[in-house]
């Protein structure tokens, strides 16, 4: 029986199996990949021209690994290309001994719990596996398990009426690597459509349209509208900033009404600007600030074609479903020039070689009836949708989906009445201080007749037919409630139940911090050296269901155009996260130093503050470094 298996060679499962090896170089880790090469979301066969990082260089990179301007090409202050990000994971895995220990273009199908040769107890996990070049299918055994696939691992295919009929390439953008030459580079294919608001979509027109194609945009109407894309910088009054160093500064992690506990050492400055009505005013012209210097940046308020780009909400709401304007020319002359053009509009249908839209009379009237309908002419159509947040593997059986915390459709109804029950309370708590988080964001501007909402297509099945799931419900965001609650109940250090976690099911900005601090967490609860969880500390069994509950509903209420209503979506709070999981490891949360806690309050947290984490952890839990 192998010892872990980690399921994913992209950033969360190399981070993991590094980290698990730099503790115990005589565990058997074997990571399986669906993919030919590493990098998950970054493998080379995933990469199409221009496609580049949202963070500039110095923040992708792992703290023990620097990304090496020289090596990999790439400067200070400039974004990470596809093919960079790809050499530096390959660097990665090649560096820490990873490369030989990866099982490439295994697929994983099932997974289920092992019994134990008694019968009576559980002993680990069974994984089913896929080889896709052949299509053989066999059976891995481990003691545990790690899923590390991540959040954008299954791309979301819109249904579209008459797609059969299209006649026409019509692909998903996370296709557009090995789709790209039949698509980009065909000479007949002269007009592309991109349905979708999201950066992906940013991503496909600016590709399309640099490659001399016209273009046309088409963002849903009965959606959630397009998200933020922004410039990297913006000027705070005469300094200028850059955006993703101002959300790991304490100060403005402060400005979000958050509901994890404070281990800055600064918590009268956030109950003062959320509790007090001179710090409300405070924060509340802070976010009004932001909201204002952002719509000046993204210049939608200059050209009317500009104006259908402006997200229906402030920043404020959108967590990371959002975007830098990483690109080498602006992607908005494209717009100017007329070779994009932009509809907010549904669609109603497809046929050959057209896409059909919606669009309202010009009485608004609310009879369907009365909707007309415009067409495209296109030669392919690129859907950037996004992903589903749905799992990418099949746990059996199904009742343990609610255990487990999975997204699922198939909970019983007392499973249901269980999360309704948690869910509610942990509501009233958050509703008790923050009551505009609950009440949600106000009506949008953009206002739609009934008729228009009555034929709303479901375009975007992230916001769509996944409403049916549950969300993922794992406790800190890493591991499932109900086998740390068995672990608990039992009081049992070497106990078996907690021998599965989950990497990655998770979204922040600075991912590879968040990634490095989650894997160490992860291996501190596999190896049963988490101290507020071991079986001896009496408090360590209250509340496990509850906490999750809570760390569920308010991301969900902080991010509701973004991704909170299926998974962790954090920005303003990633920092206070990352304090959660480093004092349950018992390790320092203020890393700063300086005199009066200045430069706490005020200097980002960047790699520099958390380079050889795992080692000081070791140190202080007396295993061999």
Known sequence: MIDIIIVGAGPSGLCMAKTYLQYDQTKDVVLVDAYETVGGVWAKEKLYPTLKTNNLFSSMDFTDFPMDQQRFGIAPGQHVTGEAMHEYLSAYAEHFNLTSRIRFRTKVIEVQQRASDDEDSLDGWEVKVEDTGTGARTTMSCKRLIIATGVLSVPSIPDLPGADEFNAPLVHSSDLGPENPAIMKNPDIKTIAVIGGCKSAYDTVYLAATTGH?????????????????????????????????????????????????????????????????????????????????????????????????????????????????????????????QVKIHRQDISHLSPGKVHLLSPSKEEADVPSLLQVSEVEVDALVAATGYTAKPTITFSPSTLH????????????????????????????????????????????????????????????????????????????????????????????????????????????????????????????????????????????????????????????????????????????????????????????????????????????????????????????????
């Open 214 to 338: 016209k273009v046309e945009w088409i963002i849903r109407k009965s959606g959630r509208g397009p998200t933020w894309v922004f410039p990297t910088h913006t000027y705070l009054g005469p300094f200028l900033a850059w955006r993703e160093r101002l959300i790991t500064r304490r100060i403005f992690s402060f400005m979000s009404p958050s509901i994890f506990p404070d281990f800055s050492g600064f918590g009268v400055v956030r109950n003062f600007l959320h509790f007090n009505r001179l710090g409300r005013f405070i924060r509340d012209k802070f976010w009004g600030a932001i909201h204002a210097d952002t719509l000046r940046d993204c210049r939608y308020q200059t050209n009317d074609e500009f104006k259908i780009l402006e997200p229906e909400q402030g920043p404020f709401w959108y967590g990371t479903a959002s975007g830098t304007l990483n690109y080498e020319q602006d992607i908005l002359s494209f717009v100017k020039s007329g």
């Open 402 to 625: 609610s255990h487990l915390g999975l997204p699922s459709t198939q909970l019983t109804a007392e499973q249901q009445h269980f999360w309704s029950q948690l869910d509610s309370r942990a509501d009233q708590i958050i509703g008790q201080k923050f009551p505009q988080l609950v009440a949600g964001p106000p009506v949008p501007r953009l206002k739609m007749s009934l008729s228009e909402k009555l034929r709303a297509k479901p375009i975007n099945l992230g916001a769509a037919s996944e409403a049916s799931y549950t969300p993922w419900r794992l406790y800190r965001g890493i591991a499932p409630p109900g086998l740390t609650q068995v672990c608990h109940a039992q009081g049992d250090a070497e106990s078996s139940g907690r021998s599965l976690i989950f990497i990655g099911m998770f979204s922040n900005i600075a991912n590879t911090i968040r990634l490095e601090i989650q894997c160490l967490w992860g291996l501190a609860y596999l190896e049963k050296k988490l101290p507020h969880l071991r079986g001896d500390n009496k408090n360590s069994t209250a509340g496990i269901f509850e906490e999750t509950a809570l760390f569920q509903r308010y991301t969900q209420h902080r991010a509701p155009y973004g991704h909170g209503r299926f998974y962790p979506d954090l920005v303003f709070d990633q920092l206070p996260y990352w304090d959660i999981l480093l004092h349950d490891l018992g390790l320092k949360t203020r890393r700063k130093g300086g005199r009066l806690g200045l430069r706490e309050l005020f200097e980002p947290y960047t790699q520099a503050d958390y380079q050889g984490l795992v080692d000081e952890w070791m140190s202080k839990t007396n295993a061999p470094v």
